[in-house]
């Protein structure tokens, strides 16, 4: 008799610097790989986009969470969907709205409000990697096993994130977007952001709050953003302008490009061929898309059409952040699911029980002072190199794990154990776990996930009965400027 094939409900929420959109997902799930151990997204369909609304302010510093919140409760409405309904996806916070002073709380509060394994995530580097995800990107770079950069231009940032087949190379990000300058519809300037005055200084431009800028004004300082973002894309020789706008540290890798894709609000403006007024969406967008577009026609780059613009991040955030354990989990299902779990990192390279019981005491130590017990759900311990997958290694690591985590005090703070080994060994790890002692319970063994230190995870219910659960890897950076 046929089964019925699996799937997930998944939603995602993008509160930008200018716009925040929601769109639901149905995932199709299959089992693949010999004996059927991995869990892949099959098939992705969109079946709801919502409104592009602009994201409400209380103040140019402080996001308003209840009109977002309401924005976020309409969307579902419209859509026929219920919170509960939902089993995966997230929220992300992006651009300049996530150097607000409220946007951890926003995040977190609608999370928590938009289902049962919606996670909270932001980063400059994580929105360019959903980014070039959702713009089709990632998928042009894999199926032609092509070097593609994807430019993502929301704004109050750009980030970029360039694939390899089906790799992500790297990240940059800069603070350059299209709303760094907001105007009223004369034209006059009602705000100016820090990167956007920095720029004024270099381009020797009196322009501030209140001043009316000649339209060659504007086209000069687009320019100089234009040089920013090409010298970010050639990814060598940057002047001490694109250094003062780069978000990291700007090292990148040398590579020739098979072609870029421009996304973001932006990104959908050096699409358009429809001529729009200037300071149609109050803001300087129209002005860098017109400048990126010269560029463009001068440049020796390949352009190449983006599947997605201003919906970009949204869909990558919707379909891209959950992946699945390997299905040899071991798990006591009655914990979860587990939600911000700070990632530890422990290395296991070395053979003498005594020394590894040692190291993982050391970083489980680490990681408990690092981070309020109170308000922990449990650490993620990660094992990148359990080495061979003997019945005697997987003892001798079972002994050292459960010493470490006794000397380390873990087991009486009554946290579920979580371990991550890299490898396809969680089944056999727990066995051996659990003959070895009681005292490391509840406990959940999640394989074939690469994670590490800083990375937060979201552990999920199991799914596929039981053989595997949805686990997202995530980061949350919020930051002032």
């Known amino acids: 008799m046929a089964t019925e094939t699996p799937t997930l409900t998944s939603v995602g929420i993008d509160i930008g610097t200018t716009t925040t959109q929601l769109i639901i997902s149905e995932l199709t799930l299959s089992t693949t790989g010999l004996g059927a151990v991995n869990v892949e997204i099959e098939d992705t369909d969109i079946v709801y986009r919502g409104t592009i609304y602009e994201t409400p302010l209380l103040d140019h510093q402080t996001l308003d969470i209840d009109a977002i919140a309401d924005l976020v409760t309409t969307e579902f409405e419209n859509a026929g969907y219920t919170p509960t309904s939902i089993d995966s996806g997230a929220i ?18 609608i999370a928590a409000d938009a289902g049962e394994f919606v996670v909270a995530a932001a980063g400059p580097e994580l929105e360019s990697v959903l980014a070039g995800t959702g713009s089709g990107a990632a998928a042009w770079a894999r199926e032609r096993e092509a070097t593609i950069l994807n430019v993502d231009i929301g704004g109050g940032t750009t980030n970029m994130c360039l694939f390899a087949g089906d790799s992500v190379v790297e990240t940059r990000c800069l603070d350059v977007g299209g709303r760094l300058l907001r105007f009223d519809t004369s034209g ?28 060659g004004e504007l086209h000069e300082l687009a320019a100089l953003m234009a040089d920013v973002v090409f010298e970010t894309i050639d990814g060598s020789g940057r002047s001490s302008t694109t250094k003062a706008l780069t978000i990291g540290d700007g090292e990148y890798a040398a590579r020739s490009l098979d072609g870029v894709c421009f996304s973001g609000g ?4 050096i699409a358009s061929d429809t001529d729009t007024e200037m300071f149609a969406y109050g803001d300087f967008g129209n002005f860098l898309a017109a400048a990126i577009r010269d560029r463009l026609e001068s440049s020796p780059l390949a352009y190449r059409s983006p599947n997605e613009t201003i919906r970009a991040t949204v869909i990558g955030a919707g379909t891209q ?25 422990v290395s296991l390279a070395g053979t003498d029980c005594t020394s590894l019981a040692a190291e993982v005491c ?40 459960t010493q470490g985590y006794v000397d380390a005090g873990y087991v009486d703070t009554q946290l579920p154990v979580v371990l991550v080994p ?10 051996c776990l659990r ?6 319970s509840p406990l959940v063994v999640v394989d074939e996930i690469a994670v590490s230190d800083g990375d937060y995870l979201d552990v999920g219910e ?17 930051g002032g400027q």
Do not use: W
């Open 188 to 215: 006059t300037i009602t705000h100016v952001s820090v990167p956007a005055a920095q720029l004024l200084e270099t381009a020797g431009l009196s322009l501030d709050v209140g001043s009316r800028p000649a339209e």
């Open 321 to 345: 952040t959950t992946s699945f354990s390997g299905t040899t989990v071991s798990l006591d299902e009655d914990v979860l699911p587990l939600r911000n779990l700070p990632v530890v990192e």
């Open 462 to 478: 199991p799914m596929l009965s039981s053989q595997t659960v949805p686990v997202v890897v995530k980061s949350l950076v919020f």
């Open 362 to 401: 050391q970083q489980l130590e680490h990681g408990l002072a690092l981070h309020e017990t109170e308000q922990l759900a449990g650490l993620a311990v990660a094992l990148p190199d359990v080495g061979s997958l003997s019945y005697a290694r997987m003892q001798t690591l079972a002994q050292a794990l």
């Open 266 to 269: 932006v990104g959908q403006l």
């Open 435 to 440: 003959a070895s002692s009681s005292d490391l």
């Open 422 to 431: 890299r490898q396809n060994c969680a089944k056999a790890l727990a066995q």
């Open 92 to 109: 992300i916070v992006t651009g300049e709205s996530s150097y607000k002073t409220n946007a951890e709380e926003l995040v977190t509060r």
